[in-house]
């Protein structure tokens, strides 16, 4: 089935919709998570294992002609934001029938045409393109909002305290998400950060809300709805913080709880609630529809040629 944006806006996504999204992203990573160690997809991967949830939430809650720009770990969005599944494989086997001819790999996907404008590996960097994107919409006076989408690590980038004083200056109807695993790379939040969040954003004017359980599918979206409702009818910018858990390495398809920075207890407590686990009975019955969408993915990454030669430069330069 042909995922989408919910697009409702005004009434409230469904649990089974959020549920089924958030199912799709996490049998489509296992399905990458699986193939990896063939060395079939080569480029680096870093996996939205356990915060799936969310980006169901925030997709189901924006409207067409809103636009999404992120980072590296941006399968789940991409796909949550309705972007084609065999494409995503295709541009991770490094195919010609890849969203990107194959040449952006997994850390630079988008969906221009359901709205995830772009991603990107640098820390930070998709932040003034959301800030610039809003700009625009206010601009040109349409009722869009820009969301970035962006982990904890980077709000301690200069450009993070940049764009919020730009956008609360401009009053811009731009949406700052953040989602919060405690982690960048192997280092925990409370060793890199001297300020809070809410404070951070108040500092400069901007409204702040926060999810705190990511897991939370009809919660993130409940507490996520007004704050894009407020940006959309003029009320400028947000910060919108929502707490996760990433479930394996920070790149790569290995478990790290062996490697001492974090408590496997904190992982736990998380995954003994996800309902992605918990809720087995609504798993059982949608996955068989979703397993055969991400087997038709794999079929076609794994029949498109490599690009040829002659393509190397072709839309890079
Ligand atoms: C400007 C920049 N600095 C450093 C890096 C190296 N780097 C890649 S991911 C990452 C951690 C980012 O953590 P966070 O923003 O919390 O996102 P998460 O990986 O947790 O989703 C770092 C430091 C980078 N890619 N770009
Ligand atoms: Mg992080």
Redesign the pocket.
């Known amino acids: 089935m042909q995922a989408g944006r919910g697009g409702a806006g005004v009434t409230a996504p469904s649990y089974r919709e959020l549920f089924r999204q958030a199912l799709r992203v996490r049998l489509a990573e296992l399905k990458v998570a699986e193939i990896y160690p063939s060395d079939k997809i080569q480029s680096p991967v870093?996996l939205s294992l356990g915060q799936e949830h969310h980006a169901a939430a925030l997709a189901a809650s924006l409207l067409p002609g809103d636009q999404v720009y992120t980072?590296?770990?941006s399968h789940a969005l991409y796909l949550a934001q309705g972007g084609d599944m065999k494409k995503m494989f295709a541009e991770l086997y490094g195919r010609a029938g890849g969203i990107s001819g194959g040449k952006a790999g997994s850390m630079h996907l988008c969906a221009p045409e359901a709205g995830l404008m772009g991603s990107s590996?640098?820390?930070?960097?998709t932040l003034p393109h959301a800030m610039g994107a809003a700009y625009a919409f206010k601009l040109k006076n349409e009722p869009r909002v820009a969301v970035s989408v962006?982990?904890?690590?980077?709000t301690e980038?200069g450009v993070f305290s940049e764009c919020l004083n730009f956008s609360s200056l401009k009053k811009l109807p731009v949406v700052f998400v953040v989602?919060n695993?405690g982690?960048?790379?192997h280092a925990r939040i409370e060793n890199r950060q001297a300020y809070r969040l809410e404070a951070l954003a108040g500092a400069y004017g901007i409204r702040y809300a926060m999810a705190p359980d990511g897991f939370d599918l009809e919660g993130v979206a409940a507490a996520f709805a007004p704050v894009l409702a407020a940006s959309r009818a003029g009320e400028g910018p947000a910060v919108f913080e929502i707490k996760t858990c990433?479930y394996l390495q920070?790149v790569g398809v290995d478990g790290d709880l062996d490697k001492g920075y974090r408590c496997p207890r904190e992982v736990g407590d998380w995954r003994c609630r996800d309902p992605l686990e918990t809720d087995a009975a609504l798993a059982d019955e949608l996955r068989p529809e979703i397993e055969r969408e991400i087997d038709e993915a794999v079929a076609f990454a794994e029949a498109s040629p490599v690009p040829p030669a002659s393509d190397t430069f072709k839309d890079v330069i």
Do not use: K
């Not at 962006?150 to 980077?154: F, I, L, V």
């Open positions: 870093h980072t590296y770990r590996a640098i820390v930070g960097a962006t982990g904890d690590g980077s980038e989602e695993n982690l960048a790379i990433r920070h």
